[in-house]
């Protein structure tokens, strides 16, 4: 194409089975990066490629017990391939299509931290396996998308022929607008109680038992002090909500209503046990709370190493303490506030990201061009 843009295919299904599916409704929204960088993207409207993708989905769905297979993780493509090839490069969230020759490949993937996998039960022979997978795919794309400088690192470190080859872009979040640095400060010292949110529908997973029990236990040495806002589906969590004097449970709730909860909080706490990424925690960033996140490898890029947000691991007494701490100083809970603020402005806002994305597609498509 002969243009001053660049033009990327958005390699995803125009319809998905399941239209609430985190990828999928991602890869939807990133159109908005034509507002602040030079790339222009393309949608598909290809029925083939959605049936296809449906599929897919159902046969894993109903009769695939192991997902660490190749077919899981490439396909053919040649539904796409002609459409795509029209364009400077493609970018995929999903199995890589091995049919595009032409254009460059950008694929959006990476093994998750292995330090948190293992910490989840799961063994290091499947950590291993799933590298092993990948290396082909790592040498058949131009560029390999991840959300972090130390996921790009790690993976370099394990694959050292290709580790220019990984390339670290955030998660644009399109809906997150900042506060106002003064609005945080007037937030902190508005502070009886201290509001503390969570926000989580995989309530276990997230860390939410941990949090209740660290609530508990500052309202009981210091009755009124602090309050949990609760807002989630409570997937897979086998009890109701306790019916306690500090916590209010919100059930599920639209996203306005969620931002708005994150204006009001003093303190977004979510230990997760696995967290791949965590877009509430960049929400409550930018929204000016002092975060509490767990301390695996990707938050503790989000949360500048403790600079920007408390890391702990999820377990019950780090919890407490840092909830503890952040109860018990004004000072740090809005020292960490607005560094939070201020990073997710240097670093996960849309300009910042939209940024970001034109550095790696034009980096791909130089590599592309030069043969590598």
């Not at 794309?141 to 690192?153: D, I, L, P, Y």
């Not at 506030?337 to 849309?350: K, V």
Request: net charge neutral; proline share 6%.
């Amino acid at each position: 194409m002969q243009s001053n843009h660049m033009h990327i295919y958005i390699d995803t299904p125009d319809y998905f089975i399941r239209k609430n599916n985190t990828d999928w409704k991602y890869m939807q929204k990133i159109k908005i990066i034509e507002e602040f960088s030079s790339i222009r993207t393309t949608y598909p409207v290809n029925h083939i490629d959605s049936a296809l993708e449906a599929a897919h989905y159902i046969y894993n769905r109903f009769f695939v017990t192991d997902f660490m297979t190749p077919q899981n993780f490439r396909r053919s493509g040649w539904e796409i391939k002609a459409a795509a090839e029209r364009c400077d490069a493609v970018l995929t969230h999903r199995r890589v299509p091995l049919a595009i020759s032409r254009v460059p490949v950008i694929w959006q993937y990476a093994v998750l931290d292995p330090d948190m996998q293992m910490s989840d039960g799961r063994p290091a022979d499947r950590i291993e396996k799933e590298y092993a997978l990948q290396g082909d795919l790592y040498r058949r794309v131009a560029m390999v998308q991840v959300s972090t400088e130390a996921e790009a690192r790690r993976h370099g470190a394990r694959f050292p022929d290709l580790a220019d080859r990984f390339f670290a872009v955030p998660f644009l979040l399109d809906h997150v607008r900042p506060v106002e640095a003064e609005s945080v400060v007037r937030k902190h010292h508005a502070d009886a109680p201290v509001r503390i949110l969570f926000v989580g529908h995989e309530a276990r997973r997230k860390g939410l038992d941990f949090v209740i029990a660290a609530v508990q236990q500052l309202h009981a040495a210091r009755p009124g002090s602090v309050q949990l806002d609760i807002v989630s589906a409570l997937t897979r969590w086998p009890d109701p909500p306790p019916d306690h004097p500090a916590i209010r449970y919100h059930g599920t709730l639209p996203q306005p209503q969620t931002l708005a909860l994150m204006q009001q909080a003093h303190v977004f706490a979510m230990p997760s046990r696995l967290e791949s990424y965590g877009f509430t925690f960049v929400e409550a960033m930018a929204n000016g709370c002092a975060v509490i996140g767990p301390d695996w490898e990707v938050q503790r890029e989000l949360m500048d190493d403790n600079a920007a947000g408390l890391l702990v691991r999820p377990e019950a007494a780090a919890i407490h303490e840092a909830l503890a701490r952040l109860v018990a100083s004004r000072d740090l809970r809005l020292t960490l506030a607005l560094a939070a603020l201020q990073r997710y402005s240097d670093r996960y806002s849309i300009p910042r990201v939209a940024e970001a994305y034109e550095r790696m597609v034009r980096a791909a498509i130089t590599r592309f061009a030069a043969g590598h």
